[in-house]
């Protein structure tokens, strides 16, 4: 099952693949983990992403293209594999067809900007096992009761600078990504204003139909 994840950042793709990529028995590829792994080991591509990224900029198209192919060709892709973060633009919706990759379906994650910018706020992420928490008051998930404020990080680009212009980017750039997959009959979307459960609920519904 190959599985595209669209939607503006904030809207819970990257907390809901961590939920389900288990049950359907397929990996989570995050461009955006990958490139801020690579900004960390300070690789030259981590170099060349890391000014666009802070920016709240996309990262060039074939800088990451690259990158998702090299990642697509691993061997635990064979079971399939969600994409979340990707494709960011036509042409890398382009270069993903013209790589072959058949594509089951793609969830498209309704949210409006209000609750965007209160969700990116408040998002933070452990340092040591990756997972997403957010720690406004109606946040979900709490971080388990007890972890210190030091164990959590907030992402530069989830600071009010560069959310703002993230949100301008998602939709000059992505959101025409609606059209384009909702033209190959293969788009669902789902109300990510809701509470996890139900989105996690409607997200798998959305797969199954
Ligand atoms: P979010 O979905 O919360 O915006 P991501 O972790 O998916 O965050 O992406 C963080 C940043 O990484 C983006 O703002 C962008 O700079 C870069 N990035 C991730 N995926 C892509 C992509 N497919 N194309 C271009 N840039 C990307």
């Not at 635990?76 to 058949?102: H, S, Y």
């Not at 340092?127 to 009761?145: L, R, S």
């Not at 600071?159 to 293969?186: C, D, M, S």
Request: glycine share 10%.
């Amino acid at each position: 099952m190959k599985l595209i994840f669209l939607g503006p950042p904030g809207a819970g793709k990257g907390t809901i693949s961590q939920r389900i990529t288990e049950d359907l028995g397929v990996v989570q590829i995050s461009t955006g983990d990958l490139l801020r792994e690579a900004v960390k080991a300070g690789s030259e591509l981590g170099k060349q992403a890391k000014g666009y990224m802070d920016a709240g900029e996309l990262v060039p198209d074939q800088l990451v293209i690259d990158l998702l192919k090299e990642r697509i060709a691993k061997p635990d892709c064979e079971e399939g594999f969600i994409l979340d973060g990707f494709p960011r633009t036509i042409p890398q919706a382009e270069a993903l067809d013209q790589a072959g990759v058949k594509v089951d379906r793609v969830v498209n994650f309704v949210l409006e900007d209000q609750l965007i910018i209160r969700r990116l706020s408040g998002r933070r992420i452990d340092k040591v096992t990756g997972k997403i928490y957010n720690v406004n008051p109606e946040g979900e998930p709490q971080p388990p009761a007890g972890t210190p404020a030091e164990a959590l990080l907030q992402r530069d680009d989830d600071k009010p600078e560069a959310i703002a212009n993230r949100l301008v980017v998602y939709r000059q750039q992505t959101e025409p990504l609606i059209a384009f997959y909702k033209g190959k009959g293969i788009l669902a979307d789902i109300n990510a204003g809701q509470d996890l459960e139900g989105i996690v609920r409607d997200a798998e519904n959305a797969i199954r139909s």
